[in-house]
């Protein structure tokens, strides 16, 4: 009788695992996962529908800007002004001005604060809709061209997994 040795069994179990994982090789690879990478940061600065948003933004905050500078333009004069004439007007009058003057920039300062506040807020409301469409595209590409997983972030990506231009043709297409 035949005795085995454990070593021997093992080997032997081992190579048949390695035959059947060869042989299975070609129905594994067959099943591959197809994966996807996009570029959130050059979608958003790229995607027209962004273009677009941020030009609608600058329009409309574009008069209020306007009323900030000639604000601080007016303040500039009136310090000009003082500086100028300092030494032909009285103390109390010289003293009323630079009070005004502070007055003012303070104002101005707190209605630049608010201003920014706006356009701040106005911005990540369009930026969030715009976050929302791109994600709606990109999840009807991946969808469509057969993906199993669409990543955002990775250390390296070879430019044969990057949708990045196909998802940017997609919003291009869209209204």
Known sequence: MKRFSRSSFFAKLGGIA?????????????????IGFVDPVRL????PQGVTA??????????RDQGLKLRHGQIQDMEADLEKN???????????????IENLKRRLAR??????????????EELARLQAL????IVELARAGGYDLV???AVYVSEAVNI????????????
């Open 111 to 124: 209605d630049q604060q608010e201003a920014r506040e706006d356009y701040n807020l106005r911005r990540n």
């Open 134 to 137: 791109v994600r709606e595209v």
């Open 44 to 47: 958003i600065e790229q995607a």
């Open 54 to 63: 941020l030009a609608a933004l600058e329009e409309e905050f574009r008069s």
């Open 151 to 153: 990543v955002e972030q």
């Open 86 to 100: 300092i030494l032909i007007m009285d103390a109390t009058t010289a003293q009323a001005r630079q009070r005004e």
């Open 18 to 34: 390695m035959v059947g994982l060869l042989v299975s090789g070609p129905s594994a690879a067959q099943s591959a996962s197809k």
């Open 164 to 175: 990045t231009d196909l998802v940017l043709e997609r919003l291009a297409q869209l209204p």
